[in-house]
T-cell receptor, first 124, second 116 residues
Framework: DAGVIQSPRHEVTEMGQEVTLRCKPISGHNSLFWYRQTMMRGLELLIYFNNNVPIDDSGMPEDRFSAKMPNASFSTLKIQPSEPRDSAVYFCASSSQGAIFFGTSGGAAYNEQFFGPGTRLTVL | GIQVEQSPPDLILQEGANSTLRCNFS?????LQWFHQNPWGQLINLFY???GTKQNGRLSATTVATERYSLLYISSSQTTDSGVYFC??????????????????FGAGTRLAVHP
């Protein structure tokens, strides 16, 4: 399996520009998560989808952030307009809720999350 | 509120040394994972361990759910073990197969530096 795929890996943009981050979850997974990592706040959950439906977007900072999941194999996180304080690494993760997979460290794993490589966003 | 706390925050080791990283959590767990974030920023799954003990090579982990803690053991450390180790948990009741919301709460991490 290719794992969770994110693009782009790096993005540098100017304040006020629109930024779109993309994610392809692991095939067969039905839950998708967007996280943001900063030095000050660590890893924080932005939004969670289950079966393509947004379940919890309470972590989305403000209206400038939006996320979509049009199908089971694709999600986007959009920032419009971008600001310097949005600079961070954005991770996408996926898991299979409601099914048991063979876990990373052996044995049954329920809801184990797997992360993509992240997108490092710099807003100038 | 729901919390996941890790200790120590920083750890410096000489190559070959052993270490124990600790994760305390404030509620019962439905899922507990240990990750290694390598110097390139990649989050690598180490263990899925809501309870019990598992071993994978030089690494092992134990979660004592009733006492709300998990330990990650690193034996014979190598320079490639350097990075940040995160504990993350899905907290709350309902059990592993409750089908509930699996929101991972991350600890602040333990930053490990292994010197040759």
């Amino acid at each position: 399996d290719a794992g969770v795929i994110q693009s782009p890996r790096h993005e540098v943009t100017e304040m006020g520009q629109e930024v779109t981050l993309r994610c392809k979850p692991i095939s067969g997974h039905n839950s998708l998560f967007w996280y943001r990592q900063t030095m000050m706040r660590g890893l924080e959950l932005l939004i969670y989808f289950n079966n393509n439906v947004p379940i919890d977007d309470s972590g989305m900072p403000e209206d400038r952030f939006s996320a979509k999941m049009p199908n089971a194999s694709f999600s986007t996180l959009k920032i419009q307009p971008s600001e310097p304080r949005d600079s961070a690494v954005y991770f996408c993760a996926s898991s299979s809720q409601g099914a048991i997979f063979f876990g990373t460290s052996g044995g049954a794993a329920y809801n184990e999350q797997f992360f993509g490589p992240g997108t490092r966003l710099t807003v100038l | 509120g729901i919390q996941v706390e890790q200790s120590p925050p920083d750890l410096i080791l000489q190559e070959g040394a052993n270490s124990t990283l600790r994760c305390n959590f404030s509620d019962s767990v439905n899922n507990l994972q240990w990750f290694h974030q390598n110097p390139w920023g990649q989050l690598i799954n180490l263990f899925y361990i809501p309870s019990g003990t598992k071993q994978n090579g030089r690494l092992s982990a134990t979660t004592v759910a009733t006492e709300r803690y998990s330990l990650l053991y690193i034996s014979s450390s190598q320079t490639t073990d350097s990075g940040v180790y995160f504990c993350a948990a899905v907290l709350g009741g309902g059990g592993q197969f409750s089908g509930g919301y699996n929101k991972l709460i991350f600890g602040a991490g333990t930053r490990l530096a292994v010197h040759p």
